[in-house]
């Protein structure tokens, strides 16, 4: 059945949050008067996430899919199979915690359906973003040596200032098609699906949003920077020989 829109959470031991990421998405999806479906992906989860996002009481006129997976495998890989069976018209990747209200991709959503833009990126780099609590200054630093990394090493242009804030919506059949041919299971998929757009030549506007630090992150930038650092190299690769 399609959809106007299918808001997309992907979510690891998120038991504590995911209860109103579900509620305000339905709240959205219906003050709105969009035809919807919220989907949540259970990235092998320790806690109750899956029992907890199947329990909300939302109205039964927006679809709710509930994910679930025995073993965590990355969040770009939750994301990939979330997409996968979305069906909006609209698809609205947002990160559990409500680190940036829903309101905030409304523009969003006209711009995509007069065709303004294929991909909207939240930026929290933006002039005008609002930042309510800010990332612990270590996180901000390496978050400037990865998007400098990003650039010299991918081509990233450099003014997309932030790939990685988990707040996007996109096209619908561009979102299937694009995380479809993502190769990157963890935190880079955000990167390499805006490179493959890029290349594909779709527009991408960032904007400003809202936004609140989440201090609970699955992130751990500093043990995991070697790791992250030969990723970009696989995925500079990857999409250079396609």
């Not at 329990?55 to 495998?73: E, L």
């Not at 270590?138 to 242009?157: N, W």
């Amino acid at each position: 059945m399609s959809m106007d829109v299918s808001i997309v959470i992907p979510a690891f031991n998120e038991a504590a949050k995911i209860g109103s990421d579900v509620q305000a998405a339905a709240d959205v999806i219906l003050e709105q008067g969009l035809k919807g479906e919220i989907i949540v992906v259970d990235d092998g989860s320790r806690d109750l996430t899956a029992e907890v996002a199947r329990k909300v009481k939302i109205p039964g006129k927006v679809n709710r899919q509930v994910i679930r997976f025995d073993r965590n495998s990355g969040k770009g890989f939750a994301l990939k199979n979330g997409i996968s069976k979305s069906s909006g018209e609209i698809v609205w990747f947002v990160d559990s915690g409500l680190c940036t209200p829903f309101s905030h991709g409304l523009q969003a959503i006209q711009w995509i359906r007069s065709g303004t833009c294929d991909m909207a990126i939240a930026s929290r780099l933006h002039a005008q973003t609002r930042i309510m609590r800010n990332r612990p200054l270590k996180r901000r630093i390496l978050s400037r040596f990865f998007h400098l990394a990003a650039v010299l090493t991918t081509g990233l242009p450099y003014r997309i200032k932030d790939s990685q804030c988990g707040y996007k919506l996109y096209k619908g059949d561009i979102a299937r098609e694009l995380y479809e041919e993502c190769q990157s299971p963890g935190y880079l998929f955000e990167l390499e699906i805006i490179l493959r757009a890029l290349k594909k030549g779709y527009k991408i506007k960032e904007f400003p949003i809202q936004w609140t630090c989440d201090l609970d992150t699955r992130l751990r930038p500093l043990k995991e920077s070697l790791a992250i650092l030969g990723e970009l190299f696989l995925i500079r690769r990857a999409i250079k020989n396609e």
